[in-house]
T-cell receptor, first 119, second 112 residues
Framework: ETGVTQSPTHLIKTRGQQVTLRCSSQ?????VSWYQQALGQGPQFIFQ???????GRGNFPPRFSGLQFPNYSSELNVNALELDDSALYLC??????????????????FGPGTRLTVL | DQQVKQNSPSLSVQEGRISILNCDYT??????FLWYKKYPAEGPTFLIS?????DKNEDGRFTVFLNKSAKHLSLHIVPSQPGDSAVYFC???????????FGIGTKLQVIP
């Protein structure tokens, strides 16, 4: 059983650029959630993808977008980067029942994160 | 608007003693609460959870207590071990969709 993996580990971009972060789910999981963790803060929910569709979104602007692929891996795209986007981006995978409602959050398994620095 | 609050940024405890980490929440719609542990350069790891219909859940050295009327929960670690040194996040779960709201964390240091 492979765990959640994320790539790249670190990334440096400049303001206005676009970035794509990648996440591979733990095997057997069908849902991916993305979080942003700024320095000194807890992870903030960005959005979740289930069956390749967005299944909930936090308080983030539309320039944060995502994709989920048939193999349940996922991408987080951020356009028009701002300095405040510098953070650790965490991906978490979980199993959601076909009804669309999942077990509690304890089934969310986190990857190690991607550290994004915007200059 | 912090819906999950951890008011102690850090805590130091002697090895063998009890560690108590506290958490308050404001949203009465939360129906499941979790504690995650995070080491540097790793993602958060699930530790223990509690449903809003319970007031206590125990797993080995870890016990979580929930006081719904006070909107307060706490994590007890007994006995504390040096390997417990990490950042602990309190989180609350909204069953409306799988959104987990985290606190800002408490850094626990267990001194040998």
């Amino acid at each position: 059983e492979t765990g959640v993996t994320q790539s790249p580990t670190h990334l440096i971009k400049t303001r206005g650029q676009q970035v794509t972060l990648r996440c591979s789910s733990q095997s057997g999981h069908n849902t991916v959630s993305w979080y942003q963790q700024a320095l000194g803060q807890g992870p903030q929910f960005i959005f979740q993808y289930y069956r390749e569709e967005e299944n909930g979104r936090g308080n983030f602007p539309p320039r944060f977008s995502g994709l989920q692929f048939p193999n349940y891996s996922s991408e987080l795209n951020v356009n028009a980067l701002e300095l405040d986007d510098s953070a650790l981006y965490l991906c978490a995978s979980s199993w959601v029942f076909p009804s669309g409602r999942g077990d509690a959050g304890d089934t969310q398994y986190f990857g190690p994160g991607t550290r994004l620095t915007v200059l | 608007d912090q819906q999950v609050k951890q008011n102690s940024p850090s805590l130091s405890v002697q090895e063998g003693r009890i560690s108590i980490l506290n958490c308050d929440y404001t949203n009465s719609m939360f129906d499941y609460f979790l504690w995650y542990k995070k080491y540097p350069a790793e993602g958060p790891t699930f530790l223990i959870s509690i449903s809003s219909i319970k007031d206590k859940n125990e797993d080995g050295r870890f016990t979580v207590f929930l006081n719904k009327s006070a909107k307060h929960l706490s994590l007890h670690i007994v006995p504390s071990q040096p390997g417990d040194s990490a950042v602990y996040f309190c989180a609350a779960y909204d069953r409306g969709y799988q959104k987990v709201t985290f606190g800002i964390g408490t850094k626990l240091q267990v001194i040998p």
